[in-house]
């Protein structure tokens, strides 16, 4: 690698390296120490393309839900298997993995701005802005910018756009999967807000039982499917449908609390 080679985005990718070393060491501990992150499905990471896939989950706090996909990703790409034991595989990591944020959430402080030159696609958000409600148009330039990120990678997206759960799917990521046809891969993470604070940065209580589980890419007929039948595709995918709210049985309850007694050991 050139030292001053750069990405897309004009990041270079020396700095962005260290930056996702140092970060990786820092931050280890809030899912193999502190917490335990219990991986399923990482097999399926290593049969994927090296670019135009995109990643979409259901959305727990600002930050840990990316960090610890850089984890995981990086873990499984080395020869891990649903573990990140071993810190070892973030000193290679992937340079092409981008996640899609708002613009002003990469803009607050210091530490936001960091994790955007590590791989933000930062976005202007079209339904709120600074705590209010607004509505604008979608800016095509963002469009564009993450259609540059699949041609170059791995995209992560939280189509909710929003840590609360069950809100209605962006149709933007409907869009985007239309246009740009790439490998749809779900994560459904569960733990996280338990653990951290809303931003994800301060560990809000230990030893809880973080899950992370990667599902099998969807099959979209990315012709004929309309947006809408996307983002019911999603909200299925990524466990944010309503029906998910159901009322369940007492079997099903019962191995819900046993899980919950899981979580906090």
Do not use: C
């Amino acid at each position: 690698m050139g030292l001053f080679k750069k990405n897309p985005f004009g990041h270079i990718l020396f700095l962005k390296k260290w930056l996702i070393r140092v970060f990786g060491l820092l931050t280890h501990r809030r899912f193999r120490g502190f917490n335990e992150l219990q991986i399923e499905g990482s097999e399926i990471l290593k049969g994927l393309p090296d670019t135009n896939v995109l990643f979409i989950s259901n959305h727990q706090t600002y930050f840990a839900d990316v960090v610890s996909m850089f984890h995981v990703f990086n873990a499984s790409l080395s020869g891990r298997v649903d573990s990140i034991k071993n810190i070892g595989y973030i000193w290679n990591p992937k340079l092409n993995i981008y996640y899609v944020a708002a613009k002003e959430t990469m803009k607050a402080g210091l530490l936001p701005k960091i994790l955007a030159y590590m791989g933000s696609i930062s976005i202007e958000r079209t339904w709120r802005s600074e705590g209010q409600d607004v509505n604008r148009q979608v800016k095509m330039s963002d469009i564009s910018n993450i259609g540059r990120a699949l041609d170059d990678g791995w995209v992560i997206t939280f189509p909710q756009g929003t840590t609360t759960p069950f809100k209605p799917i962006r149709k933007g990521t409907a869009h985007i999967i239309k246009r740009y046809k790439p490998i749809v891969v779900p994560i459904v993470i569960d733990g996280f807000r338990r653990s951290f604070d809303k931003k994800g940065l301060r560990i809000k209580k230990k030893n809880i039982l973080q899950t992370f589980e990667i599902k099998e890419p969807l099959q979209i007929d990315y012709d004929n499917e309309t947006t809408d039948d996307i983002v019911k595709r999603i909200e299925y995918a990524i466990e944010q449908h309503p029906s998910f709210l159901k009322v369940i049985s007492r079997k099903d309850l019962e191995a819900l609390e046993e899980l919950n007694k899981k979580r906090e050991w």
